[in-house]
């Protein structure tokens, strides 16, 4: 809890010279501030991570939907930053990158300003190789080997998939953000 904290500290410290300048513009002191909000619960059969114990099958029921959420502050791309937030336990470099190169493209905004979390629940799709990972066992390389439950090519078909999924509604609904922005206090 600390750590994420002082994440947020850290992530919104440049904040404040930007604030300033819109203050001098802006009489009233507004900030543009945008919120946007979208489904990323998977719509096929897929693995879940989170748990070494979870059992070898693909989920097929949803019990709580998934939701990505972004929100954007700031006028110009100088001065806007951008916070997304997905309910997986995770999310991979591959997922985060594309994402970001695609934001920087469309509108401008420098990587560093924008930051991609994860609220790190265990009830969320696999969207890398987590689960081929925690199932390899002895130390590496005398007495290596992969458990005998391994994922097999249709269960990584579809978080392939989903991921590809997921990289587009990322940015769906972090341009929803930036073009919802309006004056905030």
């Not at 604030?19 to 501030?33: D, F, H, I, L, R």
């Not at 099958?57 to 806007?80: D, H, I, M, Y």
Request: proline share 5%; net charge positive.
């Amino acid at each position: 809890m600390l750590k994420n904290f002082i994440f947020l500290i850290v992530l919104f410290l440049p904040l404040k010279s930007s604030y300033s300048q819109t203050a001098k513009k802006n009489p009233a002191g507004t900030m543009q501030v945008g919120v946007a909000r979208v489904d990323i619960t998977p719509s096929d059969p897929i693995r879940l991570t989170g748990y070494a114990a979870r059992g070898k099958q693909e989920a097929t029921q949803v019990l709580s939907r998934l939701s990505a959420k972004a929100l954007a502050f700031g006028s110009t791309p100088k001065q806007t930053s951008l916070l997304i937030t997905v309910d997986l336990v995770g999310i991979n470099w591959r997922v985060t990158s594309q994402v970001v190169e695609k934001l920087s493209k469309k509108t401008g905004l420098d990587p560093a300003q924008i930051a991609v979390c994860a609220s790190h629940t265990h009830g969320s799709p696999e969207v890398g190789n987590l689960i081929n990972i925690l199932q390899c066992r002895g130390d590496y390389p005398a007495n290596f080997y992969f458990n005998e439950s391994l994922m097999d090519l249709d269960e990584l078909v579809h978080i392939a998939q989903f991921s590809e999924q997921l990289v587009d509604k990322l940015v769906e609904v972090s341009m929803a953000a930036l073009n919802n922005r309006k004056p905030s206090l």
